[in-house]
């Protein structure tokens, strides 16, 4: 359970602000970040669901799949101002980007959105939910303007593993959930307390009619 009067205190004593890493490639656009699409040059909001040497794989604002970009074109290596700036961003962070290309897009710009708080609290509907006991995340949408964030269940030092108790919450959040989490930042968004404010209607499934005549 989620005590009340926790809740409040942390709304009241939270500020929450967002940071943005220097990146170049990003900084000299005049353009305002927009929801078009990264191939048409846009700056596109997104969750970092995985990151190699040669790719991330990015979940755009609005998007059910995510997308793999390549950090360069095939047999070339990244810009140095491009390499720097994805050492500051991790899988599950907020990030704004650009890319070029179609089929195989290249991200040409990224700056990943850090929070200048250690400690907030979110309220919003649940649009992405994945269970995985090792690393239980969810996403969640704010009720007032934001951008979807992802968390995930708080690490507990004890037990060298993610909070099971909150993977147990996570494990039974439905899309369309709506939620208030109380969460701590360490590279990531990380999920210290979830309260159900109240679930998702249940979808109505129409009764086929059926005919008493023979086909």
């Known amino acids: 359970m989620i005590v009340k009067n926790w809740f409040v205190s ?27 699409g990264a191939s048409q040059g846009g700056r596109v909001f997104g969750i970092v669901t995985a990151k190699t040497d040669k790719d991330i794989m990015v979940k755009a604002e609005g998007e059910t799949e995510t997308k793999r970009y ?15 700036a994805l050492k500051m961003v991790f899988p599950t962070n907020l990030v704004m980007f650009q890319a070029q290309g179609g089929q195989d897009p290249v991200l040409t710009g990224i700056q990943a959105i850090h929070s200048k708080t250690r400690f907030g609290m979110v309220m919003g509907t649940v649009v992405a ?10 996403d969640v949408k704010p009720g007032s303007q934001g951008h979807t964030e992802r968390y995930v269940a708080r690490w507990d030092m004890a037990a060298k593993s993610v909070d099971k108790k909150l993977a147990q919450i ?10 208030k989490v109380a969460w701590s930042y360490d590279e990531r968004k990380r999920a210290m307390q979830i309260q159900v404010v109240s679930r998702a209607k249940p979808k109505r499934v129409e009764k086929e009619e059926k005919s008493d005549q023979a086909p």
């Open 10 to 36: 942390v709304l009241a004593g939270a500020v929450l602000a967002i940071g943005f890493c220097a990146m170049p490639s990003l900084q000299a656009a005049e353009k305002k970040p927009s929801q078009a």
């Open 70 to 84: 390549l950090l360069a074109p095939p047999g070339s290596a990244p810009k140095a101002d491009l390499q720097a």
């Open 129 to 138: 939910v994945d269970a995985d006991p090792k690393w239980p995340t969810f």
């Open 170 to 179: 996570i494990a039974g959040l439905n899309v369309g959930d709506k939620v």
